[in-house]
């Protein structure tokens, strides 16, 4: 066993560039399969992760005061079925102000002087809790940008307090929070209490623990509950836009991986052969070369594995919790353990397996077979295309370059498929970012909307048709829209609706069915809406206000990420709340012009308005774009190291080739572009094959994104591989190959045709 450890060791010394290649892409290759395991994980509930994190509430219960005591409230925490409970706590409904140019919200505040109670601990992401009276907490996704100017917020009974921080709870128990203290002047009626179940997997294991909590109090006591599964059904809806993409990359990674750990180690072991030969003449068993080998490969293997699977956990986390993890609110994502096990045992016996076959048939060759075997790849092959290639008119370093692949049909295969699954990468990479920017773009009216204008505290000076003729009249304005929403009672629905009207326009929205609602009874709603409400293109059902009731008729689908609002124009506002007057006024500005100069000549036309630029939200596109980008760039170079890998086996192959070459007149620059000719040539025609594949999981992952989210795609966001994007994603397969053969081609080149044609 010391002869086999001392050979091992001096062979690893020995051959260092074989060595760090071994290690650089067994390190990169772990970190890919730890990110595309992690990927692939997290795409399984990632909700139920951050509930479990947060101690999420399996039910959040709204008690009357007066008929639930605190002693009832109490003592239903023990209840059982009951695994851990959190209250009672002061509930208010509070009306507030959050800024002048806001209009007054009506806001669930809780009183809480803890944000990490045994049940529902709230994610304080920005500032502190609530130290005392005076104070509140403003709930708020970690990923939106909270108002910058946001500092204090007046209630409805006129009295300011401070805001100290902003937090997000996966429960959604409170809109915000306030100290107890606080809490008792708001004299709050209600009290709510978060409980956990030993059993809350179904709806029926929820309605016995709420059976259970509520028994023998009051008739009427329990005002309202929310179950978690709601929520789960609504944020795995919302995350269903991430769960393709990261599936497609996580599984491209893998594959990409385990193919360019199998042609660097099989390439290890076949470049050794005459060492193998040399290693038995010298009195070695078959069974101790092997060990030599396995031996030789596995040192530098385990040591990457360790430094890869580290990096790529902290890659991960990065990575998920950027992209979809802390809009939950629990915080930074953890890679599953199970992930880093797999990649620190399963990179090193993917690599022990591909040694081990990859050295059979040197285990079986003798010394005299196993050293002539090493010296070159045998002959005849490719032999045809070659001399074919000889009689083109192509220079004599592209000719033998193109036909050198052939020499190792199965290398350049494995070779050929990574740069194939890196072009594939890219241009899904591509067609997913231009179908999410198009439809966000639409959805958000990105190019019909870019000034939002509202009524100020105390109302505007004008009228509202004069509102709307002045803010018309100003320069760089080419289109206005006013706009008025409503809260209408769905009548047969699952609750209320939110309704927007539109005066005079369909301001900008997308339609993908039907049209324009331009009549009283009229509404256009979003794919979503329809999917949920079960209704079709022309059904009917009846809203309720303070008008009365009315039948509304459905004569439109516009392209809308959310269910609601419903969409209708003023005839229909006018039957359902006569006398009302625009909230809003939606503002599209002439090319060219400026959103800053037009806000401020909205204050001066009216000082009773407030204009604000309307502004894309970019956490989506940036964790999605972020995602990619990673994504990409780790499968390119992955790829790249797998051809570097590819050009330093064959120079060192082909070390006798290259100096009767030289001897005969080629020159160094002859042959770096021989080489990464012969390279570039597999990327190309990886390229070829790797775009129809990349343009079909592109559209299979848009279309999973739909069906997950519930909305539609129209076609042309689809089809977004333009000529000149195609041209460019043929050539960026030679591209990465070509960088990747570049260095051993110098390294080649420099050689001299002493040092080339002397006995190894």
Known sequence: MSAVWRAARAAVRRRRLQTTVIGIVVGLSSMLIVVGLALVGATFGPFDQAYTQQQGAHLVASFDGGKATGAALADSAHRSGVSAAAGPFGQATVEMTIAPDQPRMVMTVVGRDRPDTAVDKVHVWQGRWVAGPGEIVIDAEPTADPPSRLDTVTLGDGRTVKVVGFAYTVSHSAQAWVSSEEMRAL??????????????????????????????????????????????????????????????????????????????????????????????????????????????????????????????????????????????????????????????????????????????????????????????????????????????????????????????????????????????????????????????????????????????????????????????????????????????????????????????????????????????????????????????????????????????????????????????????????????????????????????????????????????PTRVPGSVIAAIYSTITVLTLLLGAVAALGVFNTVVLNVRERRRDLGTLKSIGMTPRQVVLMMVTSMAALGLAGGLAGIPIGVVFQRYAMNAIAHAAQIVIPDHMLDLYSAPIVVLLVLAGAVIAAAGAFLPSRSAARLTIADALRTE
Request: aromatic content about 6%.
């Open 187 to 612: 004299r709050p009626t209600t009290q709510q209490m978060l409980y956990r179940f030993t059993a809350a997997a179904t709806a029926a294991e929820i309605s016995a623990g709420q059976a259970a909590v509520t028994a023998g109090m009051p008739a009427g006591a329990l005002l309202g509950t929310q179950s978690y599964l709601t929520l789960r059904a609504n944020a795995e809806l919302s995350a269903g836009i991430f769960v393709p993409f990261l599936m497609i990359f996580g599984c491209f990674g893998l594959v990409v991986a385990v193919l360019i750990v199998a042609n660097v180690i099989s390439g290890a072991v076949v470049a050794g052969l005459r060492h193998i030969g040399v290693l038995k003449a010298l009195g070695f068993t078959p069974n101790q070369v092997m060990a030599v080998y396995l031996t030789m490969v596995l040192l530098p293997t385990v040591a990457a594995a360790v430094l890869g699977t580290i990096l790529g956990n902290v890659l991960a986390m990065t990575v998920l919790s950027s992209a979809f993890f802390e809009s939950y609110g629990a915080g930074a994502f953890h890679v599953a353990p199970w992930v880093t096990i797999t990649a620190l045992l399963g990179v090193p016996v993917l690599v022990g397996l591909t040694a081990l076959l990859s050295s059979v048939r040197a285990r079986r060759l003798s010394a005299v077979e196993a050293i002539s075997a090493g010296s070159a790849p045998r002959r005849g092959r490719g032999l045809l295309v070659q001399r074919w290639l000889g009689g083109t008119r192509l220079p004599r370093a592209v000719s033998l370059g193109v036909g050198l692949p052939l020499a190792r049909p199965a290398r350049s295969a494995l070779t050929s498929a990574a740069v194939l699954l890196g072009v594939a990468g890219v241009t899904v990479a591509i067609g997913l970012s231009g179908s999410v920017t198009a439809y966000v773009d639409a959805d958000t009216r990105a190019d019909a909307v870019q000034v939002e204008v509202r009524p100020a505290r105390g109302g505007p000076t004008l009228g509202d048709q004069a509102d709307e003729s002045m803010l018309r009249a100003l320069p760089g304005a080419e289109r206005v829209v006013a706009r008025k929403e409503l809260t209408m009672r769905w009548i047969g629905g699952p609750g209320p609706a939110e309704v927007r009207f539109y005066r005079g326009s369909d301001a900008g929205y997308e339609m993908l069915k039907g049209r324009w609602p331009t009549a009283a009874g009229e509404v256009a709603v979003s794919s979503r809406f329809l999917t949920q409400s079960g209704l079709a293109l022309g059904g009917t059902f009846t809203l309720e206000g303070d008008g009365g009731r009315l039948p509304v008729r459905v004569v439109g689908e516009v392209l809308m990420g959310a269910a609601e609002p419903v969409l209708a124009n003023w005839a229909t506002l006018t039957r359902m709340a006569p006398g009302s007057r625009a909230d809003a006024y939606e503002v599209k500005l002439a090319a060219g012009a400026d959103d800053s100069a037009y806000v401020a000549a909205v204050t001066a036309g009216d000082p009773g308005l407030r204009a604000r």
